[in-house]
């Protein structure tokens, strides 16, 4: 026979043993029969759900093998065409300048006779043996100190202008003057005084248009 017993945890009989034919507990008149007839439910076991079968183990596919491809043989390049050459051309020039009109010089004598240069160069003097000076002194007055080849003017290009030159004379000649050096250019200029000889004896005025 089951021993009675209080299943009231409240109780301070809880889980003791009652009297035979009790239907309360006598402490805390809970119903004995209630308690036990209501037996606890049994816990419906938990549902195991199925586990799918483990996947196969991966296995990597092998690679593919390389089979290199064939080496093409190049196609040779047409040939080029021969690059026509032309001959330079030659260097530009440019045609001088042209130069200046040459002025014309005047050797006026003091006496008023009027000598004029007609080329680039020419000798003054007088005429002795051989000698033909361009411009002669041989019909002035006191010619005698003039030498054969006194002096000699020229035309300069480069300073375009005219010069003088002593021919290394026996008495010498000046501009306004001033004796000049022997073989050595003195530049003439309009208005300038040309004494040949000394004493002044032969003068001119420089004359340049």
């Not at 402490?27 to 079968?53: I, K, L, Y």
Request: with cysteine; proline share 17%.
């Amino acid at each position: 026979m089951t021993p009675i017993k209080c299943r009231n945890p409240d109780c301070d009989y809880f889980n003791r043993t009652l009297p035979n034919g009790s239907q309360h507990c006598p402490w805390c008149g809970e119903d004995v029969h209630f308690r036990s007839s209501s037996a606890p439910a049994q816990q419906a076991a938990p549902s195991v759900r199925p586990q799918p079968p483990p996947a196969p183990a991966y296995s990597p596919p092998d690679p593919p093998r390389f089979t290199p491809a064939p080496i093409a043989t190049p196609i040779p390049s047409p040939p080029r065409p021969p690059v026509e050459r032309y001959p330079e051309p030659a260097p530009y020039h440019a045609p001088p300048a042209p130069r200046a009109a040459k002025p014309l010089l005047r050797l006026i004598h003091s006496s008023g006779r009027d000598l004029s240069l007609a080329t680039e160069t020419a000798l003054i003097g007088c005429r002795r043996g051989t000698t033909r000076p361009e411009l002669d002194l041989t019909d002035l007055p006191n010619a005698h100190v003039v030498s054969r080849e006194h002096a000699r003017i020229s035309w300069d290009p480069n300073s375009q202008g005219y010069t003088l030159v002593d021919l290394n004379s026996r008495n010498g000649t000046f501009l306004n003057g001033s004796p000049l050096a022997p073989r050595q250019a003195y530049p003439l200029r309009n208005g300038d005084q040309v004494q040949l000889g000394r004493d002044d004896l032969v003068h001119f005025t420089v004359s340049i248009l």
